[in-house]
């Protein structure tokens, strides 16, 4: 049994969902980790993770159109506006999404589904450099 | 330290909870892991998974009633409609629900709470056949 | 490598969020685990855990005021009512945010975000005892 530890940077510029399946691949296949578990973890708290369907970006928009509707821009409901209109809309939306994901590793593959990609959900309108940790256990 | 990796199949017909939690039982029985962690992980893209009361059914019914209200069949907001009007709900359900869980296990038991049972929740209406794919950790 | 289980308790005393960081710091310290993975894990169906920004209380305010618009207490669109008023808001609350989480241990510490903190979110009005499961695996 053994450990890997990694950490890569996705550059943000604006509210949407960034693919970051690729990235994910690398690090597994490098780790030399055959069968085992990644998890995921952003220390973010104005973004997260999600694992969506990759086929249509149109779903992608439509996610969005969806969080922007039940979390909106100057909700006069938000207290917490210093940071700009966007900042606590972000920190609610990270609330009902994850900071936190764990997929199998088979075939020194992550076992994701079909129609399924691994995302960053960038919340903030201005540009944001994000960091991911991976945690990988296995043989 | 010894890791078990396994998947089962559940059959679902319709939008609503389905307990696994007896399937999970089984898988960390046969594991032969007595102290560790069961990470959960569903491949989907429209299918979730969810730790719920499992006494009342009224729970279950009522947790249906909110998200089916929360995230409507037909919002004209939705522009991803070519695969069904409960397509896209079913991403959105997805992605403010969970798709993988972390569940200690003690003397060889899933210690989940008194009252806290394992669901798969499916978000398409018709029949599906759902896989879950389940990594043990531990002594 | 190695694992490590333990447990510990916060009494609540109503709807809010209770920062359990540095309970969490402890237990990091004291497994002896420099790098690896802390899995926590809410044996209960209405209090949840939830990574959010730690440096302006009114954020943690703002939450609650989102959560308590979004899920009503005497919403007649729930048939569970029971167990009280604010019993069936706590499930939907649960299903919204997470029962299981997981943090990379780096150096020996939780691998935090600058404005991350963990917290226990409590779900009930009245007064509860909550206990938390960590499992901490690694080197």
């Given at each position: ?26 690090q597994v296949g490098t780790s030399g980790i055959i069968s ?54 972000a920190h609610v939306r990270s609330a009902l999404t994850a ?41």
């Amino acid at each position: 049994m053994k450990q890997k530890q990694s950490k890569f940077f996705i550059r943000t510029s604006g509210r949407r969902l960034y693919d970051i399946s690729e990235a994910l691949s690398e690090q597994v296949g490098t780790s030399g980790i055959i069968s085992g578990l990644l998890s995921l973890y952003i220390p973010h708290s104005s973004a997260s993770l999600l694992i969506q369907e990759n086929y249509d970006p149109e779903v992608l928009r439509d996610l969005e159109r969806f969080f922007d509707r039940l979390v909106p821009q100057g909700d006069p409901l938000f207290h917490h506006t210093s940071e700009g209109p966007d900042d606590m809309p972000a920190h609610v939306r990270s609330a009902l999404t994850a900071v936190s994901l764990s997929i199998p590793i088979l075939d020194a593959q992550l076992a994701l589904g079909t129609w399924q990609g691994v995302f960053l959900y960038e919340h903030r309108t201005s540009q944001h450099s994000r960091s991911i940790l991976c945690h990988m256990i296995g043989e």
